[in-house]
């Protein structure tokens, strides 16, 4: 199956700064997928990330807020802008794995407290 | 939109009891997965059913697709104590929408 490195894995920043969570693949992959995990809460849906295009986002995060790079197929990047303590979560990126029938594979994880 | 609801919400059981959680679908599913995410840890596929009625099995682990494909469980026989964290179901409905089910947390008392 295929195997993420995301990094960094925890990390606490000041309110109105920003902070880019980095996805690396071992393989090539059409669609990234960030998700965002509040403590002891299921797993949100932030965004689509594909090759070529620009991200393709859900209800209630835009852009200018979670702005995404995927300059290859290997790779992608989400930026928490001008953060706010209500950001503090565990983002998450992730690919469906043919290696294990398309169910989902995810990075471990970045914890991030904003203080 | 659609929906996918879990219960129970939490489960403490004494380790060798069973367990079971469920997961059940606002819409017509093309397909439910189940994940396990440890304390601490990041999320685990487990398993993908794709066919109305299908059972499988992991080990102790058995897993059951509804006829209807809108419900799904995982039974865990003799649970261990290893088997403790939060298991999630996630539902595709033929519109590729992919939603996570809100977990059920197994807690095992040695």
């Known amino acids: 199956s295929a195997v993420i490195s995301q990094k960094p894995s925890r990390d606490i920043c000041q309110r109105g700064t920003s902070l880019t969570i980095q996805c690396q693949v071992d393989s090539q992959v059409t669609m990234m997928f960030w998700y965002r995990q509040q403590p002891g809460q299921s797993l949100t849906l932030i965004a689509t990330a594909n090759q070529g295009s620009e991200a393709t986002y859900e209800s209630g995060f835009v852009i200018d807020k979670f702005p995404i790079s995927r300059p290859n197929l290997t790779f992608s990047t989400l930026t928490v802008s001008n953060m706010s303590p209500e950001d503090s979560s565990i983002y998450l990126c992730?690919?469906?794995?043919?290696?294990?029938?398309?169910?989902?594979?995810f990075g471990s994880g970045t914890r991030l407290t904003v203080v | 939109g659609q929906q996918v609801m879990q219960i129970p919400q939490y489960q403490h059981v004494q380790e060798g009891e069973d367990f079971t959680t469920y997961c059940n679908s606002s819409t017509t599913l093309s397909n439910i997965q189940w994940y396990k995410q440890r304390p601490g840890g990041h999320p685990v596929f487990l398993i993908q059913l794709v066919k109305s009625g299908e059972v499988k099995k992991q080990k102790r682990l058995t897993f059951q697709f509804g006829e209807a494909k809108k419900n799904s469980s995982l039974h865990i026989t003799a649970t261990q104590t290893t088997d403790v964290g939060t298991y999630f179901c996630a539902g595709r409905d033929y519109g590729q929408n992919f939603v996570f089910g809100p977990g059920t947390r197994l807690s095992v008392l040695p």
């Open positions: 992730s690919v469906e794995d043919p290696g294990q029938n398309y169910g989902y594979t």
